[in-house]
């Protein structure tokens, strides 16, 4: 089976411990601040639900859905939106949570349009970055692990669709990549 030959990079408790520490920083930044989380569809469904349940702040939520053109594992760096925020975010503190920046192409795109609905602030928190794929000069504000060049998936990142549900964040056996 796929995630007996895949091996675990990141615990369900190691997960636990680091989302808990970065929840914190954001708390103590923002104390005294509402903020808003913009939660990005679907890799961050549990990464976000996690976070937001560990910041001691007044807070509220919202989501967007975008998908990158491009085939296989190569993005194109365009960007679509398939669902935009309910409300305005005008004067509002947000962080946009994501569950991995790769190119930077899809934050890029996303920090640009939040910025230009005059908010009072636009930052990211992600839960992976593979700086080493990077194709535009992005650095998130709060990031819980930085990660080697590996396809990787559980805990809200999918394999074809699939696997989201795992509790902990493994590496693919290159056997069971998706074919293109
Ligand atoms: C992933 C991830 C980011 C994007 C990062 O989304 O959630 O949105 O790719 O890649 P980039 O830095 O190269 O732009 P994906 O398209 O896999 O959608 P999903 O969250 O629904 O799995």
Redesign the pocket.
């Known amino acids: 089976m796929l995630t007996e030959r895949a091996k675990i990079l990141i615990s369900e408790n190691e997960l636990k411990e680091k989302i808990r520490e970065v929840a914190s920083q954001i708390s103590a930044d923002y104390k005294g601040e509402e903020v808003l989380f913009v939660g ?5 469904i549990h990464f976000y639900s996690d976070l937001t349940r560990e910041v001691n702040l007044p807070l509220t939520m919202d989501f967007m859905a ?3 053109y491009g085939s296989g594992t190569t ?1 194109s760096g365009e960007v679509k939106m398939l669902k935009d925020l309910d409300k305005s975010i005008c004067g509002k503190n947000v962080i946009i949570v ?10 890029s795109y996303l920090k640009r349009l939040l910025s230009s609905r005059q908010p009072k602030s636009v930052k990211i928190c992600t839960l992976l970055d593979k700086p080493s ?1 990077r194709k535009v000069d992005l650095q998130p504000d709060y990031c819980c692990f930085t990660i080697p060049d590996e396809f990787v998936f559980g805990y809200g ?2 394999v074809d669709q699939q696997y989201r549900n795992k509790k902990d964040i493994y590496i693919l056996d290159p056997k069971d990549y998706p074919k293109e």
């Open positions: 990005i569809l679907k890799g961050c975008i998908s990158s993005s994501e569950d991995i920046i790769d190119s930077g192409n899809t934050l794929r990142l999918d």
